[in-house]
């Protein structure tokens, strides 16, 4: 996530006329870093109800009111692609606008979306949505993991102390908690 604006994104016509890419193989969640976020809640609907809502992440900005954008740059054939996002934190009154472009990979069978930070401060950061269920609906899970930026001596300690709380977390518990209110509208 970055609060400086982003080189600018190829146009959406030229990215829709390319074919889909391969499937990006994100592999499995690495689990040991400085930075671990945790974000779930049981969500009253069925599995694939909420996992639609969180993998066709271009109607985002439709559902919730954080995000400003949501372009793919290149789309995969699973569903995923090369995603370029947009969101604001808001901070009472003021909101701190973040940007972030992601590899995302999108496992109908798991079912599990994953992400992996390739443009912007979060660049390195691993990202996985899960959906299991459970009486009354489904349990959602947003796990990010990330040694912090690149920046000497501060990197890790802004991750743990700034980005991952602040940032991280409250752009994703707010993105579960709006998703889960449109899927359980049924």
Known sequence: MSATPPPPSPTPTASAERPPRRPYDLGPMPLRRAMLTLDERVVRAPVQRIFDLARRVEEWPTHLAHYRSVTFRQRARDGGGL???RANRPFGLVDWPTWWVSEMAVDTHAP????RHVDGVTTGMDVE???RPVDGGTHVRIVHAWDGPDWPVIGTVAALAVIGPVFVHGIASRTLAGL???????
């Open 83 to 85: 995603v370029e996002m």
């Open 112 to 115: 599990a979306v994953r992400y």
């Open 129 to 131: 949505w899960s959906f």
């Open 180 to 186: 889960a209110a449109v899927a359980e509208r049924g």
